[in-house]
């Protein structure tokens, strides 16, 4: 599904696990190679007393964010959270190179976005990353290690980690239709690429994610992935098709009320996710879900659900408007979503708005 070899893969729990496992595994890596290889009175080591430093975008999943929050509030990293750009939505390559120092071991950029459904330029970035490291071993700075998180973009589109070049990616298996649970690939696992273990016990997945395997739900995702494999084209073809025809129906019920926050000129994005906002000043998208009758949605992704009514801090990100934002709906096709069921959800988010403003 991903290009990888089985022995560059390691099971886990889930993304969380995954993504935090390489945070862990690069500051810990960072140390290592500092202590090792240390410096001298006339050749001092050129990031001598320095943190281990990471970069990152600020439209990651929370189980980046959070983990690099937390080791910034610690003073176990330094942390450089690159905006997206506003025209595009993206993390630019060069904003990414721009920010690197000569203590930055890790840069982990998403490949996807999961509120807005942006491709992020993860080849690109990875392409200019190994040309950056050769000019840092020549100068005796420690090498640079690339992650994406794949979470959103498995199942939707073709992901081959030869073409995007990374040293660490992120699989999630429930959003490809597979069980709960995890997996990291990592590139030349233990001679090209480290990983050290957070936990400790038996010698399960070589001592690098000890802890009994679930071994029917890593059948599962097998089967899921191997599903993928074949059928990927044919589900991304379907997907786009069907949430196409959800944005010419919001287009044509409600004109230019209509803001399509996932939408960027000349950006790819995924092709099952439609975000957008109704405007109006009572039509928050809390607001609009709860009057829908068929509809059960979100306002954003589901690690935000605690923000209450605040607007999406991605979209915000993005550029979109406070009061635009505010009133975002994020609607997701899957394999089986139909034409007709999108005209059944239409209908309900017209009937929806109609009562609020009936209201007002």
């Given at each position: 599904?991903?290009?990888?070899?089985?022995?560059?893969?390691?099971?886990?729990?889930?993304?969380?696990?995954?993504?935090?496992?390489?945070?862990?595994?690069?500051?810990?890596?960072?140390?290592?190679?500092?202590?090792?290889?240390?410096?001298?009175?006339?050749?001092?080591?050129?990031?001598?007393?320095?943190?281990?430093?990471?970069?990152?975008?600020?439209?990651?999943?929370?189980?980046?964010?959070?983990?690099?929050?937390h080791l910034l509030e610690e003073r176990v990293a330094e942390v450089t959270f690159v905006p997206v750009s506003k025209v595009n939505g993206q993390a630019e390559a060069e904003d990414i190179l721009a920010a690197v120092r000569p203590a930055t071991c890790l840069v982990t950029i998403m490949l996807a976005?999961?509120?807005?459904?942006?491709?992020?330029?993860?080849?690109?970035?990875?392409?200019?990353?190994?040309?950056?490291?050769?000019?840092?071993?020549?100068?005796?700075?420690?090498?640079?290690?690339?992650?994406?998180?794949?979470?959103?973009?498995?199942?939707?589109?073709?992901?081959?980690?030869?073409?995007?070049?990374?040293?660490?990616?992120?699989?999630?298996?429930?959003?490809?239709?597979?069980?709960?649970?995890?997996?990291?690939?990592?590139?030349?696992?233990?001679?090209?690429?480290?990983?050290?273990?957070?936990?400790?016990?038996?010698?399960?997945?070589?001592?690098?994610?000890?802890?009994?395997?679930?071994?029917?739900?890593?059948?599962?995702?097998?089967?899921?992935?191997?599903?993928?494999?074949?059928?990927?084209?044919?589900?991304?073809?379907?997907?786009?098709?069907?949430?196409?025809?959800?944005?010419?129906?919001?287009?044509?019920?409600?004109?230019?009320?209509?803001?399509?926050?996932?939408?960027?000129?000349?950006?790819?994005?995924?092709?099952?996710?439609?975000?957008?906002?109704?405007?109006?000043?009572?039509?928050q998208g809390r607001l609009v879900l709860a009057q829908c009758r068929t509809l059960l949605a979100s306002m954003g992704a589901a690690c935000h659900s605690d923000h209450g009514d605040r607007p999406s801090p991605v979209l915000l990100s993005c550029g979109v408007p406070l009061d635009v934002a505010r009133?975002?709906?994020?609607?997701?096709?899957?394999?089986?979503?139909?034409?007709?069921?999108?005209?059944?959800?239409?209908?309900?988010?017209?009937?929806?708005?109609?009562?609020?403003?009936?209201?007002?």
């Open positions: 599904m991903i290009g990888g070899r089985p022995q560059d893969m390691i099971f886990t729990s889930g993304g969380t696990e995954s993504n935090n496992l390489v945070i862990h595994s690069v500051v810990k890596h960072f140390h290592k190679i500092h202590a090792a290889v240390g410096g001298t009175a006339e050749h001092p080591s050129p990031v001598e007393g320095a943190l281990p430093h990471i970069i990152t975008c600020t439209v990651e999943h929370d189980s980046i964010l959070l983990p690099l929050e976005n999961n509120e807005t459904g942006v491709i992020m330029p993860v080849p690109e970035i990875s392409r200019r990353v190994r040309a950056l490291n050769q000019q840092r071993a020549a100068g005796g700075l420690p090498g640079v290690l690339v992650h994406t998180d794949a979470a959103q973009a498995l199942g939707k589109q073709r992901v081959d980690v030869r073409d995007l070049g990374v040293d660490f990616l992120t699989v999630v298996g429930h959003k490809f239709y597979g069980p709960r649970i995890g997996a990291l690939y990592i590139r030349g696992l233990g001679e090209l690429t480290p990983l050290y273990p957070m936990l400790f016990g038996g010698g399960q997945e070589r001592n690098f994610r000890p802890g009994t395997e679930n071994t029917p739900m890593i059948a599962g995702l097998g089967k899921a992935a191997e599903l993928v494999a074949e059928n990927c084209e044919a589900y991304e073809a379907h997907m786009r098709d069907v949430r196409d025809y959800l944005e010419e129906r919001l287009a044509a019920e409600f004109g230019k009320r209509i803001h399509l926050n996932s939408q960027f000129p000349g950006t790819e994005r995924l092709p099952n996710t439609c975000n957008f906002s109704i405007l109006g000043p009572q039509l009133n975002a709906i994020r609607l997701s096709v899957g394999r089986g979503t139909t034409r007709a069921e999108v005209d059944l959800v239409v209908q309900d988010l017209k009937q929806a708005v109609a009562r609020l403003e009936g209201q007002a």
